[in-house]
């Protein structure tokens, strides 16, 4: 998917940013940033024009076109002045994603694999909480056995659970 992003032959919308143009698709942006999908109201916009962007800078746009299309963000490439809003951007969207999110005994793990895969602390987090508190559904489903493909994820999970079992006694 990461070679999908920007490119104008089999993009099927345009953002417009100051002047410089993005290409994107708009079916992995509702899948993989639902709540831009959302807040642009992509679903309505006529694609044969540009969504018009007016409140973002198209470096920081283009950063996170490219962490949507699942590029690694490297923090330190962007410029002194800029980091800090981007791990903030970066922040605000898994908070938001995590709000969004309703978390079941079928999907937790899933989510958990994304957040991990993704670096995504804040939704890792979330499920975390979710899967350590609903240990009994969780054991009853097949979504478990997922978890298994991550070793340090199941490090984490084992540790999580001991945790709050020696706080529970």
Do not use: W
Not at 55 to 80: K, N, R, S, V
């Amino acid at each position: 998917m990461r070679r999908c992003g920007n490119q104008c032959y089999t993009s099927d919308i345009l953002f417009a940013l100051k002047g410089q143009i993005f290409h994107g698709h708009l079916n992995i942006l509702k899948v993989m940033a639902p709540n831009l999908a959302r807040t642009l109201n992509l679903d309505e916009h006529d694609n044969t024009k540009p969504v018009p962007i007016d409140d973002i800078a198209p470096g920081i746009f283009q950063l996170m076109l490219q962490y949507t299309y699942g590029d690694t963000i490297f923090i330190a490439d962007a410029e002194t002045g800029k980091k800090s809003l981007v791990r903030l951007l970066k922040l605000e969207a898994e908070a938001s994603y995590s709000s969004y999110i309703e978390f079941t005994a079928e999907n937790v793990a899933d989510i958990l694999l994304y957040a991990e895969a993704k670096n995504c602390n804040v939704l890792k987090q979330e499920a975390m909480d979710y899967l350590i508190k609903n240990m009994e559904k969780m054991l009853g489903t097949g979504s478990f056995d997922k978890l298994y493909q991550s070793k340090e994820l199941t490090k984490e999970i084992m540790f999580a659970s001991s945790k709050r079992t020696r706080l529970e006694e």
